[in-house]
């Protein structure tokens, strides 16, 4: 436990939820919640169904503006220095040497465009339309952007844009390698079945590129074969790509198998911030989690770790 | 009404129901006719006299009681759908151009290319008048890829598109006539101007959402008619503008009679029908510059996230997509040609008033996308031929002309709720560009 | 239209020779406002249920309306209703010309439903809308077919009224005239009988239910189907009450009315928020105030351009309009 604290004390964030509040008329969906999420780590979220877990989600990625509180996220780690200098700005960001960004303040494309924070959806939200590699394509919209001059060179067949445009392909032919549809490459997106649309919309959201991934429950409805190499694929990305995963799950072998850490929310507040097994074992957690039947309590505390691929670095602030 | 769908196995119990289901519907057309077919109002001194048809209004009824049985006795009650007759009598536009890949559209573009020619020789009497016809269509098949960038493929459902038509018009017939300029200068500058005005128009109202867009895009369409028709200074209000210039050919020569026409300049005997066949040729390159354009930016990142933004725009948002600017860029590029086939529609004409810029125009055009086939630019031209070259060609109905018009798009829609050709081609490819099926594509706001 | 732009343009300009902002004229503006409000209110119902119900705006409600103002001008004409009658007869005669109408009214509104709307439930949602339109051309064609392009016009059935208010400087009066009273005692009475029939009855409870989840209430045995034929026939009456009423107030009717109407009671129930009953009544009132208020100190010519301004501005604000339920956007 020492040796856990004390390397959390060396390290900062990448992203840092302070103060977070989010209320929805009279309803307190987030009540004052503060996490982190480290440079590299894979950090869970979790909680009973209406903790507000999806809604954290949506303050951080844009789509809802939380009513209090400040998501600061550093592309490296010294830049948390200048947090309080550019909150006391008008500005969402400071891209001048390391840079910092102020979520709260971003429009949500933004977030996904300059903060680098990518998301998947709760009922997956994929262009059923187009192809399996168009879905990909759309990912690596800025960067085409750019390369098309604005649409204007693009027109006209530009070699600038040519290039773009196979670098792109092939970014989308990595992550169509890495989630296993390659074949499925020229088929609509709707036409795949449910595993695969899930690993499809994790593929989307790595190729733009992000620093972060926040993915909202990847294993619902998956069954024990798919949800296994989930749990590879999300190694992939956590330890061997270097993005950073933050991850909403019900299943508790995803979430135990490969969270180096994890928060626990239960109507809207923070009960718990630490090492997997530390939450095991966290009676708060158990009881928020169950509800108070002794008996599950007990099974859960007994059901043993399948997979245990990090090395807890789990850290209570 | 019954069901349906009840499959009936004997006849006899199928003859029953059928009979059954012919007199309701014969008493509710009768109820329905009664005074609109059974009585006529015609205006007579001193108020208005009634004249009664009552052999009209039985024959309505029982013209429908007879629809209903043949329907319900052949086609509904043996689980056969009438689409299917049609479907293989018709043997399927969307089955054949999606068989034949490309041959279809080369094909058109031959036909479309040597028709004057072919007119002149087989019909040369009637040429002017089915070249007119063609030219027409041509008009609508470019105002239909128009809106098909903003409805098909961007998804945004704009009820009043006829707006930037009337701007393209208006700003040509008034840059010519005031200033003078001539119609190679004004052709961009009103398509400028019409997408200037799309811009105007699109930025406040594109975060609103399906239908509420469409409410907006209609009071637009018809704010701008309201204007013209009354700002009399400028735009000559009911009365419109006239003596609109001729296009001349690319400045080198007129259509006139005399030293300074085409035929003098290439030495050939003067014809009215050269600027007839210009004017059809010059509405093809438009039409086909439109189509080239769409093309390509369907290929290009921004068509791309058009058509993202039809199928998800919370996703869009998510993948880091500027979907105010990207709706703005669909609506812009949308206005810009319709205000390019607006001022081709001044030039040809000679004169414009609000009356060629009604909501009836914008219905037909969305009607030409959605018949069409979303998103499908072949579709378009099917369906532009289907509806305005075949009113046309009923034209001698007269009256009634409108009236088919309006069935037709009702028979259409129920035949093939997806258009005439519902496939997506994608816009890059791995190994092998499939069609995608046209029930897995989104139709855009409003879910 | 034509009688529209025709009429409002009269009766403003006859305001307006009177030339002083008085307060008789703001009250009168205010009693013309909200006569045509009532018109409004009643077609923009049709609207919001059938939008409530199945999610489509029905573009040939306008013409239903108008179908409904043709069958009541016909039945007084053929009824030989005149000025002249008695009180008594004149009211009986009309309430009997207004259930007739109502009747024959819904059979179009039912007939529409079922040809170009029914065939395509499930269906893409562009789908609808277009045979919607196509039924607008056809319902405007076929009565300009079967009745002529031309105006039909009667003479005044209920004339008479009172002064509300004289200014004594100018002897300007406001005068409060019974069709005016007619017209909008009937609007009132229909609006509450129709809150009952939506909030009280089992029919209203299956339209709730369909309006929140078809399918839903489908499995709980309630008939969609018939449901939304109802909406429909509904829909229908109350469009041809405001035909009636249109009629008796401006005394002319042509095939293109309905046209003009329908985009302004629309846009009514838009602005009201769509879905919503009161929310209609109040967007009609708004847009029948908006219109004679700017015609009586503007311009005639732009009424139709203020109207829509304001609506494009005020969706603008609240994208839901005044009464809708504001829509949270689910991620």
């Given at each position: 436990m020492a040796t856990t604290r004390k390397t959390t004390m060396t390290r900062t964030p990448l992203l840092s939820v302070q103060h977070l509040t989010m209320r929805f008329g009279g309803l307190l969906a987030i009540d004052n919640l503060s996490f982190d999420a480290y440079k590299g780590d894979i950090t869970a979220l979790i909680g009973p169904n209406g903790a507000g877990k999806t809604t954290v989600f949506n303050c951080i990625t844009g789509f809802y503006k939380p009513t209090e509180g400040r998501i600061g996220f550093a592309h490296e780690t010294d830049a948390y220095d200048k947090i309080d200098a550019l909150t006391a700005s008008a500005n969402r960001s400071d891209i001048h040497g390391s840079a910092l960004y102020l979520l709260e303040r971003m429009p949500d494309f933004e977030i996904s465009r300059d903060a680098k924070v990518a998301r998947t959806f709760q009922n997956i939200r994929l262009f059923g339309g187009m192809t399996v590699l168009e879905n990909l394509m759309v990912a690596q919209h800025a960067p085409l952007m750019t390369a098309s001059s604005f649409t204007f060179g693009g027109l006209f067949g530009l070699k600038k844009y040519q290039d773009g445009h196979s670098h792109a392909m092939e970014l989308a032919k990595f992550w169509l390698n890495k989630v296993g549809l390659t074949e499925r490459a020229d088929d609509p997106a709707a036409d795949l079945p449910y595993g695969d649309q899930r690993r499809l919309e994790i593929a989307r959201a790595m190729c733009t590129e992000p620093k972060l991934l926040c993915l909202d429950e990847p294993a619902a409805g998956l069954n024990?074969?798919?949800?296994?190499?989930l749990n590879e694929l999300l190694l992939f990305i956590g330890k061997?790509?270097?993005?950073?995963?933050?991850?909403?799950?019900?299943d508790m072998n995803v979430v135990m198998g490969i969270s180096d850490h994890i928060a626990v929310l239960d109507y809207g507040k923070k009960i718990a911030d630490a090492s997997p097994e530390e939450i095991r074992n966290d009676p708060k957690v158990i009881a928020a989690y169950l509800g108070v039947d002794e008996d599950e309590v007990e099974e859960a505390v007994k059901t043993p770790v399948k997979k245990k691929a990090a090395k807890s670095k789990g850290a209570k602030k | 009404m019954g069901s349906v769908t009840d499959v009936n196995q004997y006849d006899d119990s199928l003859l029953i129901k059928s009979l059954k289901e012919a007199v309701i519907a014969g008493f509710i057309t009768f109820l329905m006719a009664a005074?609109?077919?059974?009585?006529?109002?015609?205006?007579?001194?001193?108020?208005?006299?009634?004249?009664?048809?009552?052999?009209?209004?039985?024959?309505?009824?029982?013209?429908?009681?007879?629809?209903?049985?043949v329907l319900s006795y052949l086609f509904w009650g043996r689980d056969t759908k009438v689409g299917d007759y049609l479907d293989k009598g018709l043997n399927g536009l969307s089955g054949a151009t999606s068989g034949m890949g490309k041959i279809i559209p080369i094909a058109l573009l031959a036909l479309a290319i040597l028709l004057p020619f072919l007119l002149m020789q087989a019909v040369p009497a009637q040429a002017r008048y089915y070249l007119d016809i063609a030219t027409v269509v041509l008009i609508y098949v470019m105002l239909g890829w128009g809106l098909?960038?903003?409805?098909?493929?961007?998804?945004?459902?704009?009820?009043g598109y006829v707006a930037f038509y009337a701007v393209g018009a208006y700003s040509y017939a008034l840059l010519a006539?005031?200033?003078?300029?001539?119609?190679?200068?004004?052709?961009?500058?009103?398509?400028?101007?019409?997408?200037?005005?799309?811009?105007?128009?699109?930025?406040?109202?594109?975060?609103?959402r399906g239908d509420y867009l469409a409410i907006v895009t209609l009071a637009f369409g018809e704010i701008i008619r309201v204007v013209l028709l009354n700002w009399y200074e400028v735009t000559g209000g009911p009365d419109g503008i006239s003596r609109i210039p001729r296009p001349s050919f690319f400045g080198l020569a007129d259509f006139k009679r005399g030293d300074s026409g085409f035929a003098a300049l290439f030495d050939i005997p003067y014809s009215p029908m050269h600027r007839i066949i210009f004017l059809y040729f010059l509405i093809l390159a438009l039409a086909l510059l439109t189509?080239?354009?769409?093309?390509?930016?369907?290929?290009?990142?921004?068509?791309?996230?058009?058509?993202?933004?039809?199928?998800?725009?919370?996703?869009?948002?998510?993948?880091?997509?500027?979907?105010?600017?990207?709706?703005?860029?669909?609506f812009a590029i949308g206005a810009m040609f319709g205000g390019i086939a607006g001022s081709f529609f001044a030039t040809r004409q000679g004169f414009i008033s609000p009356e060629s810029f009604t909501f009836i125009e914008s219905a037909i055009i969305l009607a030409i996308v959605v018949l069409g086939g979303l998103g499908s630019q072949i579709g378009v031209v099917v369906a532009a031929i289907v509806l305005i070259g075949g009113t046309e060609i009923f034209r001698n109905l007269e009256e009634y002309r409108m009236l088919v018009f309006g069935l037709g798009m009702v028979l259409v829609m129920i035949w093939k709720p997806r258009g005439l050709v519902s496939t997506r081609i994608p816009s890059v490819f791995l190994k092998e560009r499939k069609a995608v099926s046209a029930d897995l594509v989104a139709q855009g706001e409003g879910h | 239209m034509g009688a529209f732009i025709c009429l409002t343009a009269i009766s403003a300009n006859y305001l307006l020779s009177f030339g002083e902002r008085i307060l008789e004229y703001f009250v009168q503006q205010l009693i013309n406002g909200l006569t045509l409000g009532s018109i409004y209110g009643l077609i923009a119902i049709g609207y919001t249920m059938v939008y409530g119900i199945i999610g489509m705006i029905n573009f040939a409600h306008g013409d239903i309306f108008m179908v409904g103002s043709f069958i009541s001008l016909i039945l007084i004409v053929a009824l030989g209703l005149t000025a002249a009658a008695g009180m008594w007869t004149i009211i009986f005669v009309l309430l009997f010309v207004l259930v007739v109408s109502m009747v024959l009214t819904a059979t179009w509104g039912w007939a529409v439903e079922r040809i170009a709307y029914r065939p395509l439930r499930g269906s893409f949602r562009l789908a609808p809308l277009i045979t919607a339109i196509g039924m607008s051309i056809v319902l405007q064609n076929f009565v300009q077919i079967s009745q002529g392009a031309r105006n039909k016009s009667i003479q005044p059935l209920v004339t008479g009224g009172h002064d509300v208010m004289v200014n004594a400087e100018t002897g300007f009066s406001a005068y409060l005239s019974n069709i005016q009273i007619l017209i909008m005692t009937v609007t009132v009475v229909l609006m509450f009988g129709f809150t009952f029939l939506i909030n009280k009855t089992s029919l209203g409870r299956s339209q709730r239910a369909c309006e929140q989840d078809t399918k839903m209430a489908s499995l709980l045995g309630v008939n969609v189907d018939r449901t939304i034929s109802l909406t429909f026939i509904m829909g229908a009456a109350l469009a041809s009450v405001a035909g009636?009423?249109?009629?008796?107030?401006y005394g002319v009717v042509d095939f293109y009315i309905g046209f003009l109407a329908g985009v302004k009671a629309f846009t009514a129930a838009v602005l009201g928020g769509i879905g919503s009953l009161p929310g209609a009544m109040l967007g009609g009132l708004l847009i029948g105030l908006i219109e004679t208020f700017w015609s009586g100190?503007?311009?005639?010519?732009?009424?139709?351009?203020?109207?829509?301004?304001?609506?494009?501005?005020?969706?603008?604000?609240?994208?839901?309009?005044?009464?809708?339920?504001?829509?949270?956007?689910?991620?």
């Open positions: 024990g074969k798919e949800s296994a190499e061997e790509h270097g993005t950073s995963v933050l991850l909403i799950e019900h | 005074i609109l077919i059974g009585v006529k109002s015609e205006i007579a001194i001193g108020g208005i006299e009634l004249k009664y048809r009552w052999g009209a209004l039985f024959a309505a009824a029982g013209i429908a009681a007879a629809g209903r049985f098909n960038i903003v409805v098909g493929l961007a998804g945004l459902l704009d009820l006539t005031t200033f003078g300029l001539s119609f190679w200068i004004c052709l961009p500058l009103a398509g400028i101007l019409a997408g200037f005005w799309g811009v105007i128009l699109g930025f406040p109202v594109l975060r609103l189509n080239w354009i769409t093309n390509r930016l369907r290929r290009l990142p921004l068509g791309r996230a058009w058509e993202a933004l039809r199928e998800d725009e919370i996703a869009c948002r998510s993948l880091g997509i500027n979907t105010t600017n990207t709706k703005l860029s669909a | 009636v009423m249109f009629l008796l107030y100190y503007f311009s005639v010519e732009y009424k139709d351009v203020a109207a829509f301004s304001i609506l494009a501005i005020v969706l603008i604000f609240m994208p839901s309009g005044l009464l809708g339920k504001p829509e949270v956007e689910k991620v």
